[in-house]
């Protein structure tokens, strides 16, 4: 597999910021091409051998606003087992319906438009109900939980401009902490 040739912005790329606009059917080719390339950007950041030989760092999500385009769109990779992947392509997201119950990773989200250690916790939903369109423009409901709940937060929230750090209180970083579930 050749590694795709796209740009992921850094956290200091005023463009992250933005509120990405709604997506117009049909997607162009170029659209499609971008999906594919941040969809095997992901896949192999997560094979260990195409991770050391390219020096990537892991990540199982991507913003089309991470690479510059302010369009709401956003694609997860979740490794099921061992180098087996399934896809999420979710484009023109709402979050129609939330768990009560909130969770946050114990070790700390990460981002791959922020290079650097984070601490703190992110509470997020344990449980979602998303409602998208694919890539024909159908629209579909799709409801997760737990790491992948958190996931498409984590996108939902870059395609409104918000970054993950932006949920942590610097001050006291792991607030609340016995209010949640560490995952």
Same mark, same amino acid.
């Given at each position: 597999?050749k590694?795709?040739?796209?740009?992921?912005?850094?956290?200091?790329?005023?463009?992250?910021r933005?509120?990405? =606009?709604? &997506?117009? !059917?049909?997607l162009?080719?170029?659209?499609? =091409?971008?999906?594919?390339?941040? %969809?095997?950007?992901l896949?192999?950041?997560?094979?260990? +051998?195409? $991770? =050391?030989?390219?020096?990537?760092?892991? *990540?199982m *999500?991507? +913003?089309?606003?991470q690479?510059?385009?302010p369009?709401r769109? /956003? &694609?997860?990779?979740?490794?099921?087992?061992?180098?087996?992947f399934?896809?999420?392509?979710?484009?023109?997201?709402?979050i %129609?319906?939330?768990s $009560?119950e909130?969770i946050? @990773?114990g070790? *700390?989200? *990460?981002?791959?438009s922020?290079n650097?250690?984070?601490e703190?916790?992110?509470? #997020?939903? +344990?449980?979602?109900? @998303? $409602? +998208?369109?694919?890539?024909?423009g159908?629209? !579909?409901?799709i409801?997760?939980?737990?790491d992948i709940a958190i996931a /498409?937060?984590?996108e939902?929230?870059?395609?409104?401009g %918000?970054l /993950?750090?932006?949920? %942590?209180?610097? =001050?006291?970083?792991y607030?609340?902490?016995?209010k949640? #579930?560490?995952?």
């Amino acid at each position: 597999m050749k590694l795709p040739n796209i740009k992921i912005l850094d956290e200091t790329d005023h463009r992250l910021r933005e509120i990405s =606009k709604e &997506v117009v !059917f049909p997607l162009s080719n170029e659209d499609k =091409k971008n999906i594919d390339d941040m %969809i095997n950007y992901l896949t192999m950041s997560q094979i260990p +051998a195409y $991770e =050391k030989k390219y020096n990537l760092r892991a *990540g199982m *999500g991507l +913003a089309y606003i991470q690479i510059g385009i302010p369009k709401r769109i /956003f &694609v997860i990779v979740e490794e099921l087992e061992d180098e087996t992947f399934k896809n999420y392509i979710i484009i023109n997201p709402k979050i %129609i319906s939330h768990s $009560e119950e909130k969770i946050y @990773v114990g070790e *700390g989200e *990460g981002c791959l438009s922020i290079n650097r250690e984070i601490e703190g916790i992110v509470p #997020r939903y +344990a449980r979602i109900t @998303v $409602e +998208a369109k694919d890539l024909d423009g159908n629209t !579909f409901k799709i409801r997760v939980r737990e790491d992948i709940a958190i996931a /498409f937060q984590h996108e939902i929230d870059h395609l409104n401009g %918000i970054l /993950f750090i932006d949920h %942590i209180d610097p =001050k006291n970083p792991y607030k609340d902490a016995h209010k949640y #579930r560490e995952l």
